[in-house]
């Protein structure tokens, strides 16, 4: 099992798609046996899933994440744990052990909502009233 959680100095970043790096974490029979940080190297939405793919991973923690990321990860074979906050080492010890909260329906709804074509990306707002969570993507 290869687990990537999207990171930021030892924590989980906060928007899927504006993840610069992931940490990676290796596991065998229920223990964590190796862990790298990878750089996206400038990967978007779309390309991330692609991205995890081809790292071989099958599991992914993160904060927010769009509906179309959600799909392609589904595409992808990989499993989504989504909604989650805090230290990336103890949300994969959480899930190790079967305890890491998360939530299923996790969306970052501002991908979705009447913007139209204004073209607003999470750099240019604070989507924690977007129901993102309790986050400002541009953080």
């Not at 046996?33 to 390309?47: E, F, I, P, R």
């Not at 994440?65 to 074979?77: C, D, V």
């Given at each position: 099992m290869?687990?990537a ?5 030892g924590m989980?970043f906060?928007h ?10 290796d596991v ?5 046996t ?6 996206t ?5 779309g390309a991330?899933?692609s991205?995890?793919?081809a790292?071989?991973v099958?599991?992914?923690?993160c904060g927010g994440i769009?509906g179309?990321?959600?799909?392609a ?5 990989i499993r989504?744990?989504g909604?989650v ?5 103890q949300a994969?010890?959480a ?5 890491l909260?998360f939530?299923?329906?996790?969306r970052?709804s501002h ?5 139209g ?16 969570g309790?986050?400002s993507?541009g953080?």
């Amino acid at each position: 099992m290869r687990i990537a959680v999207t990171y930021q100095n030892g924590m989980i970043f906060q928007h899927f798609g504006h993840t610069s790096q992931f940490k990676l974490y290796d596991v065998e029979d229920g223990k964590v046996t190796a862990v790298q940080v990878v750089d996206t190297m400038g990967s978007g939405h779309g390309a991330l899933a692609s991205f995890l793919a081809a790292n071989k991973v099958d599991t992914l923690i993160c904060g927010g994440i769009g509906g179309g990321a959600q799909q392609a990860l589904a595409q992808a074979g990989i499993r989504l744990y989504g909604g989650v906050s805090g230290d990336a080492d103890q949300a994969v010890a959480a899930l190790l052990a079967g305890k890491l909260e998360f939530n299923p329906n996790v969306r970052c709804s501002h991908h979705d909502h009447e913007h139209g074509s204004e073209g607003h990306t999470c750099g240019e707002h604070g989507c924690g009233s977007h129901n993102c969570g309790s986050h400002s993507c541009g953080e």
